[in-house]
C-alpha cells in the first residue's frame, strides 16, 4: 500500500514534475555552482516543509519530482526557491556581499505537472534525462 504524508486533518500525496531554466536559458549552470545546487534547492524545499523527491540539473534546465503539501500552492513555493536561490547564487558565486533583493538567475516561468500515479514513470525520465536529451537532438539531427 501507498505511504501517505500526514498534516493534522488531512492524507495527503501531492508530487508535482516541475522543470524551469535560467533567464535566457543560457548555459549557465556548471562546475561548482552545479554541484551546490542540489543542496541549496534540498534546503530551500525544507523550509517550505516540501521534499524533493528526485531531480536532475542540466547545463540550461532544471529537472525536478517534489511533494509539496496541500497547504502550500505549487507557485508560493517554486517562487520561494527560485528567489532564494538567486540571492544565494548571487552571493556564493557572483561575488555580493550584501543582501539584495530582486537577483535575477531564474527565467519568471516553469513548466508544473502532477505526478499521479504514473510516478516511477517521471522519476526515471529525470533520471535519465541527459539521455533523452542527447537522442532528442539525434533525431534532429536525423531529420
Same mark, same amino acid.
Given at each position: @500500500?501507498?505511504?501517505?504524508?500526514?498534516? &493534522?486533518? &488531512?492524507?495527503?500525496?501531492?508530487?508535482?514534475?516541475?522543470?524551469?531554466?535560467? %533567464?535566457?536559458?543560457?548555459?549557465?549552470?556548471?562546475?561548482?555552482?552545479?554541484?551546490?545546487?542540489?543542496?541549496?534547492?534540498?534546503?530551500?524545499?525544507?523550509?517550505?516543509?516540501?521534499?524533493?523527491?528526485?531531480?536532475?540539473?542540466?547545463? /540550461?534546465?532544471?529537472? @525536478?519530482?517534489?511533494?509539496?503539501?496541500?497547504?502550500?500552492?505549487?507557485? !508560493?513555493? @517554486?517562487?520561494?526557491? %527560485?528567489? %532564494?536561490?538567486?540571492? &544565494?547564487?548571487?552571493?556564493?558565486?557572483?561575488?555580493?556581499? %550584501?543582501?539584495? &533583493? $530582486?537577483?535575477?538567475?531564474?527565467?519568471? $516561468?516553469?513548466?508544473?505537472?502532477?505526478?499521479?500515479? /504514473?510516478?516511477?514513470?517521471?522519476?526515471?525520465?529525470?533520471? !535519465?534525462?541527459?539521455?533523452? /536529451?542527447?537522442?532528442? /537532438?539525434? @533525431?534532429?539531427?536525423?531529420?
Amino acid at each position: @500500500m501507498k505511504e501517505y504524508q500526514s498534516l &493534522t486533518h &488531512t492524507r495527503w500525496d501531492c508530487k508535482y514534475h516541475v522543470v524551469f531554466i535560467p %533567464k535566457k536559458r543560457k548555459k549557465r549552470i556548471f562546475g561548482a555552482l552545479r554541484k551546490h545546487l542540489g543542496e541549496i534547492f534540498h534546503e530551500l524545499a525544507g523550509h517550505k516543509e516540501a521534499k524533493i523527491v528526485e531531480g536532475h540539473i542540466m547545463a /540550461d534546465h532544471v529537472h @525536478m519530482c517534489i511533494s509539496i503539501p496541500p497547504k502550500y500552492a505549487v507557485s !508560493n513555493v @517554486m517562487g520561494y526557491i %527560485k528567489g %532564494k536561490s538567486a540571492i &544565494t547564487i548571487a552571493r556564493r558565486f557572483g561575488g555580493r556581499v %550584501k543582501n539584495f &533583493t $530582486g537577483e535575477v538567475f531564474w527565467a519568471r $516561468g516553469y513548466f508544473v505537472s502532477t505526478v499521479g500515479l /504514473d510516478e516511477e514513470i517521471v522519476r526515471a525520465y529525470i533520471r !535519465n534525462q541527459e539521455q533523452e /536529451d542527447e537522442r532528442y /537532438d539525434q @533525431m534532429k539531427l536525423d531529420v
